[in-house]
């Protein structure tokens, strides 16, 4: 069972770096201060409320490894729900599962997410690649910009489909750092691009959590009408505090993850 999720998030995790070349650099980056492999924190996943793929959908690839369900959390402007799941194995990622409410959204939208869904085989959704399957569509630029105005989370969806959105850097476990501003700080003398939506620390001592992340890579997809450049995946970072019982919080904080989305926002 062990290799199975191991070789699952090997696989998501160099799908994910296929088209984030800035992770690359960071985890060499934050690597090379330290002699151990860095530690996720969690990866996150994104999907539609549709039967077909939805977040329990997802989930289910991560139950048949020992996952257990924790937390749920509400994004009422941007529709979204989420839940996320841990394992007993803490060496291994907290999982962050969200899906857009799509029946929230207009007929438009509806229109154009029930399309592409409507090309994902049923089979592939079990399959043990679904998870960095991509997309299972091909739309159009122009479908791509009426999706953004509406919902960049949907946009996004339509032109990387089923793949880790993040990676999360555990900075409790790093050896040369023991805060997030100095993670940041690194970060930018480095010449990276941090999220500055709400602040570039998300989150704080007092809620157990405080997170950073980089802007998403800006990487080119072909649609259906040629190539455009768009903004890919991005980089997390997150440092956890102990709870009164002296163990490490291991929830999510929605006011800060709803800044977090916005990782995928354009430059
Ligand atoms: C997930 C954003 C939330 C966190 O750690 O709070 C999140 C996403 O962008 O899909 O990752
Ligand atoms: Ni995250």
Redesign the pocket.
């Known amino acids: 069972m062990h290799t199975d999720v191991n070789t699952l998030f090997d696989n998501l995790w160099q799908n994910y770096l296929n088209v984030t070349p800035s992770a690359d650099k960071i985890h060499d980056l934050l690597g090379s201060t330290q002699k151990d492999d860095i530690i996720n924190d969690?990866i996150?996943l994104?999907t539609f409320n549709i039967e077909k793929v939805g977040l329990e959908k997802l989930a289910a690839h991560f139950l048949a490894l020992g996952y257990k369900e924790c937390g749920e959390y509400h994004f009422e402007a941007k529709k979204l729900y989420a839940k996320h799941y841990e394992h007993s194995d803490l060496t291994l990622p907290k999982v962050?599962i969200?899906e857009l409410l799509v029946d929230k959204c207009s007929a438009e939208l509806q229109t154009i997410v029930n399309d592409m869904v409507s090309q994902i085989d049923e089979d592939a959704v079990t399959a043990d690649n679904f998870l960095y399957s991509g997309t299972h569509w091909q739309v159009s630029t122009d479908t791509y910009k009426q999706l953004l105005a509406e919902s960049e989370y949907a946009a996004w969806m339509s032109a990387w489909g089923y793949r880790a959105?993040?990676f999360?850097v555990n900075i409790n476990t790093l050896d040369k750092f023991d805060n997030i501003e100095d993670v940041n700080q690194a970060l930018k003398d480095a010449g990276f691009t941090l999220n500055s939506s709400g602040g570039e620390v998300k989150g704080s001592p007092e809620v157990l959590l405080e997170?950073s992340s980089t802007l998403a890579d800006e990487y080119s997809v072909s649609f259906s009408d040629g190539e455009m450049s768009i903004p890919s995946c991005f980089y997390?970072f997150?440092i956890r505090y102990p709870k009164a019982d002296g163990e490490l919080y291991t929830g999510?904080?929605a006011a800060?993850?709803d800044k977090?989305?916005e990782?995928?926002n354009a430059r």
């Open positions: 969690h996150a994104r962050f969200s959105n993040h999360t997170q997390e997150a999510f904080v800060s993850a977090i989305f990782s995928t």
